[in-house]
């Protein structure tokens, strides 16, 4: 085994660059971090903002007698897109640009090898937008944010859908057997059997969303939320509801007048009563959320009646550390 050294990648959400590395042979550690800024050890929330002059990078080790310097270069430009001047996918921002981080001359001199061939392929109509620049200080993140895709993998595996990522790499490198590094975590969401689900869940919310049990109203957790942020599903992640389209429906229940995402609803007829209704449920999970009836506010006149149980709230100052920053715009105004 020769001396272990050490290779600094931008790729965008330093989630989504920790598993592809880590799947090399000879790769003893990746760890998500920020460089680039002046600011010594900075926070999530100070490079988050845009203001730091750091970047979301991961920093590799390896054996370079089992991977080349070479071989992590050819994964790094399958996780990307390289052409973005001002981001990646729907992660917008200075902290999110693309770039290769070089340690000694070698690196450089591979690494400007490399985009080279990449620009000389005509694979991209744009110029490859992906700086090459001398390694600076590295400030590993927070804690919660190692290991993501292994902590939470079914709001990872979203995270990656949701943001186009996983739609442009499948689309750009096709996503063939030669990829397996980019394809593993793109998997389609899969729910849990029911012995996972009672070990993730509550014994209420396991009676809620897979037994189609109905909360009494009043007394369940989010009816009378006031915060701003999202509601996602309890299994899976999926985001389903806003706190702005949330209103108070004299019912005892957390009432919606509108989807965030709805694509990740679906609607069935439920004729368990002698009324016919609407049973909503989650896309993803098959998570029965509750009842959709027309006496809303207008303009909709939807009222979709929701079990909190079936519920995961996420504060409008958390979505980022969640992996649901693409939805902050919904409380910037």
Known sequence: MRKPEKATFAGGCFWCMESPFEKLPGV??????YTGGKKPNPTYQEVCSGTSGHREVVQVTYDPSKTSYQELL??????????????????????????IYYGSE???RLAESSKKALEESRRFKRPIATEILEALEFY???????????????????YRSGSGRDQYLGKVWSMGKEDENVNEDATKFEKPSRSELKRMLTPFQF????????????ENEYW????????????????????????????GWPSFSKALELDNIIERDDRTLVTPRTEVRS????????HLFPDG???????????????????KEELDKEGYGRYRKIFEN
């Open 297 to 315: 506010p207008q303009p909709t006149r939807r009222r979709y009646c929701i079990n909190s149980a079936a519920l995961r709230f996420i504060p």
């Open 28 to 33: 003893t550690e990746v760890v998500p971090g």
């Open 106 to 108: 070698e690196q450089k």
């Open 224 to 251: 009378d939320n006031k915060r701003d942020g999202i509601y996602v599903d309890i299994v899976s992640g999926e985001p389903l509801f806003s706190s702005r389209d949330k209103f108070d429906s004299g019912t």
């Open 140 to 158: 590993p993140a927070e804690d919660y944010h190692r290991s993501y895709h292994k902590k939470h993998p079914f709001k990872y595996r979203f």
């Open 283 to 290: 896309t993803q999970a098959d998570s029965h959320l509750g």
């Open 74 to 99: 050819d994964v790094f430009w399958r996780q990307i897109e390289p052409t973005e001047p001002d981001g990646q996918v729907a992660d917008r921002g200075h902290q999110y640009r693309t770039a």
């Open 207 to 218: 009676k809620v969303t897979q037994e189609n049990v109905t909360e009494r109203p009043f």
